[in-house]
C-alpha cells in the first residue's frame, strides 16, 4: 500500500525557498517513479516534475530553471527545492507515484495515480 508523508511547507515572501520532502514509506513503484504536483484553490492539479530509477529528472515548462527535483533513495524521500518564489506560486503540494503498471519505465504524468496529503505553500508580495 502506497503511503506517502510530505513536508517542509510553509509561508515565505516574494523571492524566497523553500525545500519540500515526500516520505515514501509504503509500497514502491519497481521503476521509481516518483512526482510532484500542485494545486491552488479553484485551479486543476498541475504537474511538476518527475524522477524515475531509469530516466532522467523531467519538468513541466513553468518550473524549469526554478524547482528541481531530487531524491535521496536510502532515505525513501523525495525532495523540491522551489527558488525564487512568486504570489502565484501559493498551492498545495503533492508528492506521487503510480499504483500498479509495475512495467512502466518512462513515468508518464498523467499516469501517477496515488498521492500523499500534501503540504501547503504560501508566498506573500
Known amino acids: 500500500q502506497v503511503h506517502l508523508v510530505e513536508s517542509g511547507g510553509g509561508s515565505v515572501e516574494t523571492g524566497g525557498s523553500l525545500r519540500l520532502s515526500c516520505a515514501n514509506l509504503?509500497?514502491?513503484?519497481?521503476?521509481?517513479?516518483m512526482a510532484w504536483f500542485r494545486q491552488a484553490p479553484g485551479r486543476e492539479r498541475e504537474w511538476i516534475a518527475r524522477v524515475g530509477s531509469a530516466i532522467d529528472a523531467a519538468y513541466a515548462d513553468a518550473f524549469q530553471g526554478r524547482f528541481t527535483i531530487s531524491q535521496d533513495n536510502a532515505k525513501s524521500t523525495l525532495y523540491l527545492q522551489m527558488n525564487n518564489l512568486r504570489p502565484e506560486d501559493t498551492a498545495t503540494y503533492y508528492c506521487?507515484?503510480?499504483?500498479?503498471?509495475?512495467?512502466?519505465?518512462?513515468?508518464?504524468?498523467?499516469?501517477?495515480?496515488?498521492w500523499g496529503r500534501g503540504t501547503q505553500v504560501t508566498v506573500s508580495s
Open positions: 509504503g509500497a514502491k513503484h519497481p521503476t521509481g517513479c
Open positions: 506521487a507515484t503510480i499504483s500498479g503498471y509495475p512495467t512502466l519505465v518512462n513515468c508518464p504524468f498523467d499516469t501517477f495515480n496515488a
